[in-house]
């Protein structure tokens, strides 16, 4: 699955269950350690082997999910409301950069494309062949993005 957190709350995708199905975010209070949320990202409800929801970010007051299945990345407020969708095939992990910029993993087209705050697509960088993004990373205080390969080279 995928995770992240802000300075109150962690967010975690959550497996398949008989009572939430699939496709569903928990939003833990650091304080209490209780779930205190539960955000619906992906409207699928037959996925059980695999991640319906593959990448997590928070930026500020923001929560950034995507769902796999719906060719999309879902924004949301920490509070669980639905602001937006960024539409693309096959969404992974996620990053939120310094300036609030959203990178997002296509692992099976070895691509990582950023989107602007507002969901403008901007940039695309291709990896090598066979190369299998799977998470990413930004270090904002060396301004630089971690990528993580799950191809053969594993780089």
Do not use: C
């Amino acid at each position: 699955g995928a995770i992240t957190g802000n300075s109150t709350s962690l967010f975690a995708a959550l497996q398949f269950s008989a009572t939430y199905g699939s496709g569903k975010v928990g939003r833990y209070n650091r304080t209490s350690r209780t779930r205190d949320l539960l955000i619906t990202v992906s409207a699928t409800t037959t996925e059980r082997l695999a991640d319906v929801v593959t990448g997590l970010a928070t930026s500020g007051s923001l929560l950034y999910a995507s769902d796999f299945p719906g060719n999309r990345v879902r924004v949301f407020t920490t509070s669980g409301v639905w602001l937006h969708d960024i539409s693309m095939a096959e969404p992974g992990a996620l990053a939120v950069d310094a300036a609030g910029n959203v990178w997002v993993a296509q692992q099976s087209l070895g691509a990582v494309i950023q989107f602007g705050p507002s969901g403008e697509r901007r940039n695309t960088i291709q990896l090598p062949a066979n190369a299998r993004p799977a998470s990413l990373y930004f270090d904002a205080t060396s301004d630089q993005l971690w990528i993580g390969d799950e191809g053969p080279d594993m780089n």
